[in-house]
């Protein structure tokens, strides 16, 4: 079992959640409660990183966790791209910005190590693919926790081998990206942790679509330690969730897979957006760099059809609730859970 698992007074993770939602704030009003915090490294430079990180510590010494994104490959067509910028011109001339340049880089990877070297967290977890051991190894030496995410049953041995800590199981219901090696793969949580389960022995953090207690007593039955909930967080107080976002998370509106804003797929509340570039190219990090000045633009003019609106499948269900309140009742909603299926158990 990973220790910092263990530890943990209630099984509740809140999802690294680029681009704003995940605060310093909300870290610590998760770990406050029992549960787990994550600060989203993604998109945030070096200085801001470390910025947040000396942030979280001086709100209390509850454990936090770090998401990293691992470098990707470069886009393969890079024709495709460039016609999809060319796509992409009367939406930016609309909210008044220009397209923009659809560069590749590692979002200053190994800057951001050497800030969590340097300043170790509980956790370092890695999304889009796997990190290399001897990183590994280094973040384990500084006392850092390594977990890494996982989409599909393949990729589990691989990660077990580097010495992780711990598997952060994504099924395809959760929002935002597929944070696995593979943005393809489509297999729903519940069935990817029982496979994943026979394939490893690492303990497992199930996150998609558990946004209630029932889902949180569904996959500690599955196998999980704990759940990493995300979306179930975008309505409290201490996220930074923009408030034309906050207000499409309460509505009935369905969510699709989608590469229209960034190039890799991720899960978002359908709009305008979305349905007209529904064949918008892989190609991330560059489409993501496109598309920054229009989601920017769209955001500033409260206008929820031309940005990115990530959420789970499940996001209606969320509650506007402080954070701290949030990890109560999921906890004791699941207990509730437990009891009542031990009660019907009875008579099987």
Known sequence: MSAVLAALRRPVVAAP???????????????????????????????????????????????????????????ADDT?????????????????????????DDDAYTEKLAVLLDRPPA????????????????????????????????????AEVLGVDALVVQGVEAGAHRGGVDDTDDVALLPLLRLVASRTPLPLVASGGVVDGAGLAAVLAAGAGAAQLGTAFLRCPEAGTAAVH???????????????????????????FLREHADAPAGYPAVHHLTSPLRAAARAAHDPDAMNLWAGQTHELA?????????ARLVDEARVAVRDLTARADGW
């Open 80 to 104: 495709a791209v460039r016609a999809y910028a060319a796509r992409l011109e009367p939406e930016a001339r609309r909210l008044g910005v220009q397209v923009g340049q659809p560069v590749f």
């Open 123 to 158: 956790v370092v977890s890695f999304a889009f693919g796997l990190p290399s051991r001897d990183v590994v190894e280094a973040l384990r030496a500084r006392g850092s926790e390594v977990w890494v995410t996982v989409t599909a049953p393949g990729t589990a041995p691989d």
């Open 246 to 272: 906050r207000e499409a998370v309460v509505t009935r509106t369905p969510t699709e897979l989608t590469r229209a804003f960034t190039g890799r797929r991720a899960r978002g509340i359908v709009n305008r």
């Open 319 to 327: 509650r506007e609730l402080p954070a701290g309140e949030v990890v």
């Open 17 to 75: 959640m680029g681009g704003g939602p995940s605060t310093p704030r909300l870290v610590h009003a998760v770990g406050r409660a029992g549960g787990l915090g994550f600060l989203a490294g993604g998109y945030l430079t070096p200085a801001r990183l470390t910025e947040d990180v000396e942030r979280v510590r001086s709100l209390g010494a509850q454990p936090f966790g770090v998401n990293l994104f691992v470098p990707t490959i470069p886009p």
